[in-house]
């Protein structure tokens, strides 16, 4: 019985190691030579909240918490491949798709994490054979606030504001 208990136990913790989370992606791959790797912490986004207007883009910089951006564009070709095979075996429970856009090989997935109505998690995933990069926001936003930010970006593209 006791061996049994033991493989048992073996056999999941080994299945949490092949389940990689988002952070170990970033702990992985941020220390891989040309990787890009910025983490802002929660400590230095209230320090750059004081120094914020008090515009629409002001007014959603307050909602984030922390923010993480990891890209691989400068990296090997292995690096990449690498990242993009961890990428699909990513365990993104939770999670629900904004968006998915696959344009001649290079695939973008938008991701959102919430609790209850407010959005806690933003998460940008773009793989591929050029552009490998992972962007993660943490705050708490509305989908009211993202339709701002969108409709504010798509109104400075189109000569408004």
Same mark, same amino acid.
């Given at each position: 019985?006791?061996k049994f208990?033991f493989?048992l136990?073996?056999?999941?913790?080994?299945?949490l190691?092949?389940a990689?989370?988002?952070?170990? +992606?970033?702990?992985?791959?941020? @220390?891989e &030579?040309?990787?890009?790797?910025? !983490? *802002?912490?929660?400590f230095?986004m209230?320090l750059g909240?004081?120094?914020a207007?008090?515009?629409?883009?002001?007014e959603?910089?307050?909602k984030?918490k922390s923010?993480?951006?990891?890209? +691989?564009?400068?990296?090997t070709? @292995?690096? &990449?491949?690498?990242?993009?095979? !961890? *990428?699909?075996?990513l365990?993104l429970?939770g999670?629900d798709?904004l968006?998915?856009v696959?344009?001649?090989?290079?695939k973008?997935?938008v991701?959102?994490?919430?609790?209850?109505?407010t959005?806690?998690e933003l998460?940008f995933?773009?793989?591929?054979?050029?552009?490998?990069?992972?962007v993660?926001?943490?705050?708490?936003?509305?989908?009211?606030?993202?339709?701002k930010l969108v409709n504010q970006?798509?109104?400075k593209k189109?000569g408004r504001r």
């Amino acid at each position: 019985m006791k061996k049994f208990v033991f493989t048992l136990l073996l056999v999941f913790v080994c299945h949490l190691g092949y389940a990689q989370g988002i952070n170990g +992606l970033f702990n992985e791959f941020g @220390s891989e &030579k040309n990787a890009d790797c910025v !983490k *802002v912490s929660s400590f230095m986004m209230s320090l750059g909240k004081m120094f914020a207007g008090h515009d629409e883009d002001a007014e959603i910089i307050r909602k984030i918490k922390s923010i993480k951006v990891l890209d +691989l564009e400068s990296c090997t070709a @292995s690096v &990449k491949e690498r990242f993009n095979k !961890k *990428v699909n075996k990513l365990n993104l429970k939770g999670y629900d798709e904004l968006m998915r856009v696959n344009d001649e090989g290079e695939k973008v997935r938008v991701l959102m994490k919430t609790k209850k109505e407010t959005i806690r998690e933003l998460l940008f995933v773009c793989t591929g054979k050029e552009d490998c990069t992972l962007v993660q926001i943490n705050g708490k936003f509305t989908k009211d606030d993202i339709d701002k930010l969108v409709n504010q970006e798509t109104g400075k593209k189109h000569g408004r504001r």
